[in-house]
T-cell receptor
Framework: DGGITQSPKYLFRKEGQNVTLSCEQN?????MYWYRQDPGQGLRLIYY???????QKGDIAEGYSVSREKKESFPLTVTSAQKNPTAFYLC?????????????FGPGTRLTVT | AQKITQTQPGMFVQEKEAVTLDCTYD???????LFWYKQPSSGEMIFLIY??????QNATEGRYSLNFQKARKSANLVISASQLGDSAMYFC????????????FGAGTRLFVKA
């Protein structure tokens, strides 16, 4: 079955620690995205990548970093510089980055930092 | 500037009835795509329907249809014959050329289907 996997589903960290969220897709999609969702709100774009070894900042990139070394993988690191990291994180992919292509989403990772 | 507005924080509908979820958008680009996603309580986002800015016909996918009024910049989602499983958050989204192919999302509408 093709799809996007994110692990783990729930993640707990102490303040001051970096943490990496995994995102893997086997849909052969070129474009991948990371979103943050806070309770009762819509999605905000953190980073996106249109092709391997290339990525761009989204609207709220501060305190986050990404890499895209393989087409199928787009891990997100939440650094200690992110002031309010507790949130629901969603990874997505699309065939390409054109306007017509819908995004497919993973199940999400709920990060709690205390 | 790109913007998506969903003015209904919550909506109630009786099972088997139709419901319309509102969405208005703002873009200066001529080429753009409009999307609706469903987010159940499990959290994952499910793609429902797509409408391109140059499509003359309203999009339909099973019980979902998109009422696209380009001049008014509105892209309302119509769900016919509501089912209990339709209870979820619904997000309107847009992607255009000027936005660097980023997708922006509205704040969402929570739909409650009553038995």
């Amino acid at each position: 079955d093709g799809g996007i996997t994110q692990s783990p589903k729930y993640l707990f960290r102490k303040e001051g620690q970096n943490v990496t969220l995994s995102c893997e897709q086997n849909l052969n999609h070129d474009a991948m995205y990371w979103y943050r969702q806070d309770p009762g709100q819509g999605l905000r774009l953190i980073y996106y990548s249109q092709i391997v070894n290339d990525f761009q900042k989204g609207d709220i990139a501060e305190g986050y970093s990404v890499s895209r070394e393989k087409k199928e993988s787009f891990p997100l690191t939440v650094t200690s510089a992110q002031k309010n990291p507790t949130a629901f994180y969603l990874c997505a992919s699309s065939i390409s980055s054109g306007v017509v292509y819908e995004q497919y989403f993973g199940p999400g990772t709920r990060l709690t930092v205390t | 500037a790109q913007k998506i507005t969903q003015t209904q924080p919550g909506m109630f509908v009786q099972e088997k009835e139709a419901v319309t979820l509102d969405c208005t958008y703002d873009t200066s680009d001529q080429s753009y795509g409009l999307f609706w996603y469903k987010q159940p309580s499990s959290g994952e986002m499910i793609f429902l329907i797509y409408q391109g800015s140059y499509d003359e016909q309203n999009a339909t996918e099973g019980r979902y249809s998109l009422n696209f009024q380009k001049a008014r910049k509105s892209a309302n989602l119509v769900i016919s014959a509501s089912q209990l499983g339709d209870s979820a958050m619904y997000f309107c989204a847009m992607r255009d050329d000027t936005g660097g192919f980023k997708t922006i999302f509205g704040a969402g509408t929570r739909l409650f289907v009553k038995a």
